[in-house]
């Protein structure tokens, strides 16, 4: 039984059905039902998304996406696009099923307007 978050679906619903692009940031400590919540959300929707963003504070290397790929599979979900942010760089195989940003990439353009 899936109780106590009918809030947190109807917002994820309606981004869902939404024809505009829309981000949806899930965050929170460990083991307080982020993933159920994420898979109970997506029974059945059928357009894209993007399964899990990490953050690392150091090189963003093959192994670590490797190992956080086999952490999203052992939780019996599959991903459509891996996402990672970086402020140190990438050393990294390419793969069109990842996204990779740096830091600076984000902020550049905010700081060219002030």
Do not use: W
Not at 5 to 24: D, P, W
Not at 54 to 73: C, F, H, L, M, P
Not at 75 to 89: A, C, E, I, L, T
Request: aromatic share 14%; proline share 1%.
């Amino acid at each position: 039984m899936f109780v106590g978050r009918e809030n947190k679906l109807k917002i994820l619903n309606r981004v869902f059905s939404s024809n505009r692009q829309e981000s949806v940031l899930i965050y929170g400590r460990r083991r307080i039902g982020k993933t159920e919540l994420i898979k109970k959300a997506i029974e059945d929707f059928e357009g894209e998304y993007i399964q899990e963003c990490k953050y690392k504070n150091s090189k963003v290397t093959q192994a670590v996406v490797d190992q956080e790929i086999e952490q999203v599979k052992n939780v019996n979900m599959s991903y459509y696009k891996y996402g990672f942010f970086s402020k140190f760089g990438f050393d990294l195989i390419d793969d069109s099923n990842l996204i990779i940003c740096m830091l600076d990439d984000l902020y550049h353009p905010f700081s060219e307007n002030r």
